[in-house]
């Protein structure tokens, strides 16, 4: 088989190293891929969300199986494209993809279909927003409707942070059209929870959870970033909430899907606050997250590429999805200044990572130079291990992130550390259990 993967993120070549294994996968396309991904695909610069050159690119080779992994095609459309096309694909259509790219049709669909969610209104209109702030209570959340490259959603600690951020959406229109309505929504506060899910309309299978790390900085400071760094099995998500959450949220979400007719086909990805009151959703996104899949796919027994192919054709419910006992941490290496302005082009030294059945070092900003490589991105590279306690994946990520060097680079020291910290395997641990 021809198997054509859009994206070239971490993500989409921890998503390479699973199909690459099947024996039916003779060749591998990636658009456009990474300096990592090279390795296993042929890398071609057609950009994630040129569909019409990713169409015609995927007729041209008679690819027979695609996998887009980015929000961006998705929400436009991309596998609605293919699909007419005639070329099988692993992905939402459009009209499901709404759910991570408007976040008022999310947050109506929650309402209508009483999925656990932050109370919230919304607005079209700035004064009406401005009206709103001046009686709301604080922290508030300001979050652009539209997709805003992850940066869209702003926490308020006061009315005057509230108005500047209602401002520079509604007003001075720096997410463009994504910022032209507002969702104004009730702070959650508790530990957050990654569940991907595997689901074809017809059967949803939860993925190992995870925890992911968005803040820059150690501690969950610094500016909100696409992810630092990840952890599975999420720490805090227990298997009576993993209880909770299938019948309160997540199967309720595929029904309400299908009841809109939007049925969703691929991976839904369910971003939850642990709450007093219970799981509430966050967010939604149409799609594997990242750095999530760095760590969830390690753990992932069964064929990808089965599974994917079983979610298209709608037979999910007669493959048995396995994961493997254990876990798996990431560290994600940035450049220096990412998510805001960073410099690129560092030559990177893998050193003695040693890329072990363990081990493995998934490429994202990266790129080959004059047969160096060398960094092209804010996030470069998620270092992740794969061990049989959370613990022990940390130590090993961190033991293999000390090998690694380029210039600039930075990387969060904490990742999972208050989660292992706050929970009972991290206790037993400090009581030499
Ligand atoms: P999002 O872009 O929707 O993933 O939001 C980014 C981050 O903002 C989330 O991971 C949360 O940490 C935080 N966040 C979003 N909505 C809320 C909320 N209603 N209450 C508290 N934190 C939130
Ligand atoms: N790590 C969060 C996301 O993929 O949206």
């Not at 410099?343 to 040693?354: C, M, Q, R």
């Amino acid at each position: 088989m021809k198997v054509m993967i859009v994206g070239g993120g971490g993500r989409e070549h921890a998503i390479l190293e699973k199909l690459r294994v099947n024996p039916r996968v003779e060749t591998i396309y990636a658009l456009p891929g990474n300096g990592g991904m090279r390795a296993h695909a042929e890398c071609v610069p057609i950009a994630a969300t040129d569909i019409g050159g990713i169409v015609s690119f995927a007729l041209e080779r008679g690819v027979d199986f695609a996998v887009v992994a980015p929000d961006d095609p998705l929400i436009q459309g991309a596998c609605d494209r293919l699909r007419a096309a005639g070329i099988r694909c692993f992905g939402p259509s459009a009209a499901a993809a709404e759910i991570e790219g408007s976040k008022s049709f999310a947050k109506s669909l929650m309402k209508r279909y009483g999925i656990p969610t932050a109370a919230y209104e919304l607005f079209d209109n700035a004064n009406d927003a401005y009206a709103y702030l001046a009686k709301a209570s604080y922290p508030t959340v300001v979050k652009a409707d539209g997709p805003a490259l992850g940066k869209g959603v702003i926490i308020a600690q006061n009315e005057e942070e509230a108005k500047d951020a209602v401002r520079s959406m509604m007003e001075d229109g720096v997410f463009g059209a994504s910022g032209s309505r507002v969702v104004i929504e009730e702070f959650l506060t508790g530990n957050e929870a990654s569940v991907l899910a595997f689901t074809d309309g017809k059967t949803l299978v939860p993925m190992v959870s995870a925890l992911d790390h968005k803040r820059a900085q150690d501690g969950d400071l610094g500016l909100n970033t696409g992810g630092m760094g990840a952890l599975a099995p999420n720490p805090y998500y227990t298997p009576e909430l993993a209880i909770e959450c299938r019948e309160r949220i997540f199967l309720p979400t595929m029904r309400a899907m299908n009841a809109e007719g939007r049925a969703f086909k691929g991976c839904l990805y369910f971003g939850l606050m642990l709450t007093q009151d219970g799981p509430k959703v966050i967010e939604y996104n149409c799609r594997f997250g990242d750095p999530e899949t760095q760590v969830v796919l390690p753990l992932l027994e069964t064929d990808l590429l089965e599974i994917m192919l079983a979610v298209e054709e709608e037979r999910l419910s007669e493959v048995r999805v396995r994961f493997r006992p254990g876990a798996a941490c990431c560290v994600v290496m940035a450049s220096q200044g990412y998510p805001a302005k960073y410099d690129t082009g560092y030559e990177i030294s893998l050193g003695g990572a040693p890329e072990t059945e363990n081990v493995f070092v998934y490429q994202a900003g990266t790129k080959w130079n004059d047969g160096r490589l060398v960094t092209s991105g804010g996030r470069v590279l998620g270092v992740t291990a794969v061990a049989k306690t959370p613990r022990e994946a940390q130590r090993a990520a961190y033991d293999a992130v000390r090998q690694v060097r380029f210039d600039n680079a930075f990387y969060r020291r904490d990742i999972g550390e208050r989660a292992l910290a706050d929970t009972a395997e991290g206790k037993a641990e400090r009581h030499g259990l």
